[in-house]
Structure formats: C-alpha cells, structure tokens
C-alpha cells in the first residue's frame, strides 16, 4: 500500500511539473511596458483585455490555495510567508508554497516508513521535513541580500558617472540595470518599471527594501529623500554613500576572518557530542537505546522517563550553547 502511494505522489508531482514547463514555454515573454504601450493605442483592445483577463488563468491557478490554508493559518501568516518568498526570490504563491511542503512532508513520512520498517523514525523525519524550510529559507534570502549588497557600491558609481553626464537619476538607473548582473539589476528594473506606471519614486524605494531588507539600501533610499527635499548634488552624495558602503563591506570582512574561530570551535564543540554519541550506538547499540526508548516499552520503572529526558536535556542546552556562541561571534556594524 505504500508503495502504491509514493507511486501516486510521484506520479502527480511528475505531471505538475511537466504541465508548468509547458505553460512556461507557451506563455508569451513580452516586456510589460511594451505590452502597455501598445494597449495604450488602442482603447477597446484595452478594455477587452481587461474583460477577459480572468479567463486566461491557467487551470492549476483555479485551485485556491490561499484560502485553503488561510483557514488554518491565519492571514498574518501567509502574509508574512509572502513577505518572505519574495525576498528570497521564490516565484511560488504562499498556497503553493504550502502546498508543496504538505507533499514533501508526506512523501518524507512514507518514503522513511517504506525504508525503515519504524513508526517513530517516520515521525522523527516528518517533523524535521516540517521545519527545514526554515534554515534554508533564512540562508536564502542571507546569500541574496549580501549578494545585493555586494553589487550595490559599483552600482552606484554606474549612477554617479551618469548623473555627472548630465542624465537624470531614472535614466542612469535604466543603464546601470541594464549593466548590472542580478540580481541588482532585476530589482532595480521593477523599480523602474513601478515608476513608469505612475508609482512614486520613494514609494518604488520603499517597496524595494520590503524585498531586499538591507540597510545598506535603506542609507541609499534615505540619501535620495533627503535630497529630493532639501537639495544638494546627488553625484556627489552617491559617491559618498558608494564609498562609505564599500568601507562597511570591508570591515563586516575583518571582523568576519576575525570570528572565524569562535564559530568553528562552537561547531565542533556542538557536534562532538552527537559524533561520539553515533560511535557508542555503532558499537553497543543496546546501551545506547535506553535514550530514545519510549516509557512504554522500558520494561525497567526507574528509566522509562529518565533516558528521554537526559536526551531531551542535552540537546536543549547544545542548542543554548550554540546560540550564544552565536550571539558572541554576530557584530553589527
């Protein structure tokens, strides 16, 4: 019967994934200004458009996975979920997202049956399926947005040598997004995009560092503020803001080489325990499985609670251990 199942999520996932391939290489690329402009020309193709809009949905966004989860969830919740995607560049709804985690967590769950023979290690690997999108989540958006801030000084200078050119700000942001790698080069063209459809400038800054929470691009949106409002020369103030960025990279940079140490002790002090608690197990296991064996199946009164709880103990102050090391080694500068 389980073999049944798997077969079935597989199969689904596999016709999922083939039916979005297909709508990918069947949907039209075309640039959103240039889909406007050319609506713009003609008003009745424009109201058509928006008349039939709703009927161009693809069969799978039919399926309202949003409210679905809302039920359970909460919509702070899958607000925050889409906050979040987007900030990892994730092109996944936050039902589809949740959808996608059911599934995996499921197939885990069986698969790990399937294999094991054990309820309990099922159960163990379902609930770690449950949270590891979290980690990979936050080392997602920590690589994109360190990324971001990589690219930001020479981005700046692209603005800078076009402001001093005699080019407004907009127009040296269209060249320097059109110079630049991503994934600077996309958010800034969002950024241009929101602009033309009549967004404020400060407003397309502000939504801007919603999905790169920098504050390196806070101090970028700020300089730019204050300089629209009470003046001054913006060459200058980005070349300023592009070398005091530059200073900031270097000395996250130092005080990274320096704290290298602290966290590579704290992880091998952290993972000490569980490495010679793996070789004991590899060489008496019966020793060992006083631990983890439930209460209900020790046949001896005085370890039925005693064994879980050292294990549970220990683990709660590694994991104490292992944040204030955390805490120690994490400077803000």
């Known amino acids: 019967m389980l073999i049944v199942v798997i077969a079935v999520f597989l199969l689904a996932a596999l016709l999922l994934a083939a039916y979005g391939h297909h709508q990918t290489r069947?949907?039209?690329?075309?640039?959103l200004r240039e889909k406007l402009k050319n609506l713009a020309k003609d008003p009745e193709a424009m109201a058509r458009e928006i008349e039939l809009g709703g009927e161009k949905k693809r069969a799978f966004d039919k399926i309202d996975f949003r409210s679905l989860f809302a039920r359970f969830t909460g919509q702070s919740y899958m607000d925050s979920l889409e906050k979040e995607l987007t900030q990892c560049d994730i092109p996944l709804k936050p039902g589809e997202f949740l959808a996608t985690r059911v599934g995996v967590m499921v197939f885990a769950c069986l698969f790990t049956g399937l294999i094991s023979r054990n309820v309990y290690t099922a159960l163990v690997v379902l609930g770690i399926a449950?949270?590891?999108?979290?980690?990979i989540l936050k080392i997602k958006r920590s690589m994109r947005v360190n990324k971001f801030v990589t690219q930001l000084?020479?981005?700046?200078?692209?603005?800078?040598?076009s402001l001093r050119s005699g080019q407004t700000f907009l127009q040296g942001v269209d060249?320097?997004?059109?110079?630049?790698?991503?994934?600077?080069?996309?958010e800034f063209r969002l950024l241009l995009k929101e602009t033309n459809l009549g967004v404020p400038v400060e407003t397309a800054f502000a939504n801007m560092l919603l999905r790169v929470p920098s504050e390196d691009l806070k101090i970028v949106m700020s300089a730019f503020s204050i300089?629209?409002?009470?003046?001054?020369?913006?060459?200058?103030?980005?070349?300023q803001v592009a070398a005091m960025i530059r200073q900031r990279i270097q000395i996250q940079g130092q005080i990274k080489v320096l704290t290298t140490q602290g966290k590579l002790s704290g992880a091998i002090v952290g993972l000490l325990p569980f490495a010679l608690g793996g070789i004991i197990t590899l060489i008496n296991y019966d020793y060992m499985k006083k631990l983890w064996t439930p209460w209900w199946d020790n046949p001896e009164p005085i370890e039925r609670f005693l064994g879980p709880l050292l294990l549970g103990g220990g683990?709660?102050?590694?994991l104490i251990g292992c944040f204030v090391i955390y805490k120690i080694c994490d400077i803000e500068v």
């Open 227 to 239: 300089q629209r409002n009470v003046g001054g020369n913006l060459a200058d103030i980005m070349d």
């Open 315 to 318: 683990i709660l102050m590694e």
């Open 153 to 161: 000084a020479e981005f700046l200078v692209f603005i800078t040598n």
């Open 130 to 135: 449950s949270v590891i999108h979290i980690p």
């Open 175 to 186: 060249i320097a997004s059109r110079e630049s790698p991503n994934p600077i080069g996309m």
């Open 26 to 31: 069947q949907s039209p690329q075309v640039d």
